[in-house]
């Protein structure tokens, strides 16, 4: 499990988003193992990501200040390992858009938050794939992503309705075709 999209409003997630950005209103959360070992936060062309450091048993809060590493080259920006019960809550701004919140957590920490497995076909899998990963549409083709799935791994037209059904009935397509969170999760860490 790398990372993750929240599909919901969880309680507990919000608490901590609260605590540590209050003013913080979007829906964008993302849920991560991949801690990074770098954590840069200062204004550049627009951009800037906002690190807090969060201990699970205490609530206690540390912010990353603005560390730029040419003016602020004494300030902290490395970490070698995140101490179990500490997470790190990171606000991204990109080019003076919201990017939403990140959680970088241990796998431990985050167990009560990390999605149910998902039984899946290879054939939910090709089409959870290809929908992640192409257009609907493209070059005169109506049905671009089956028409590149069969022509990569030989679905038949069959196969691929059956199992976007079987997807939507999961709930890991919507029925306009597209792909949500929870699809997006189910085949986290795979690629075409």
């Known amino acids: 499990m ?3 999209r929240l599909e919901k409003k969880d309680p507990y997630v ?3 988003i609260k605590r540590c950005y209050p003013d913080y209103k979007g829906r964008k959360i993302v849920i991560s193992t991949m801690i990074p070992n770098q954590l840069e936060s200062y204004w550049d062309g627009g951009s800037r990501t906002f690190y807090t450091f969060y201990e699970l048993a205490t609530e206690k ?3 990353i200040g603005s560390n730029h590493p040419f003016f602020e080259k004494d300030k902290p920006r490395l970490i070698e390992k995140l101490p179990r019960g500490i997470i790190i809550v990171a606000h991204t701004i990109f080019c003076g858009k919201d990017m939403g919140i990140t959680i970088y957590a241990n796998k431990e920490d985050i167990v009560p938050l990390l999605p149910e497995p998902q039984e899946l076909t290879e054939n939910e899998i090709t089409v959870l794939l290809y ?3 192409l257009k609907s549409s493209y070059a005169g083709i109506k049905n671009y992503r089956f028409y590149e799935a069969h022509n990569r791994t030989e679905i038949t037209i069959e196969e691929w309705e059956k199992a976007k059904e079987n997807c939507i009935r999961k709930r890991l397509l919507r029925k306009n075709g597209s792909i949500t969170p929870k699809g997006r999760n189910a085949i986290s860490g795979m690629y075409l």
């Open 2 to 4: 790398e990372s993750f």
């Open 14 to 16: 919000d608490r901590i």
């Open 61 to 63: 809060l540390l912010n």
């Open 131 to 133: 929908t992640r990963s």
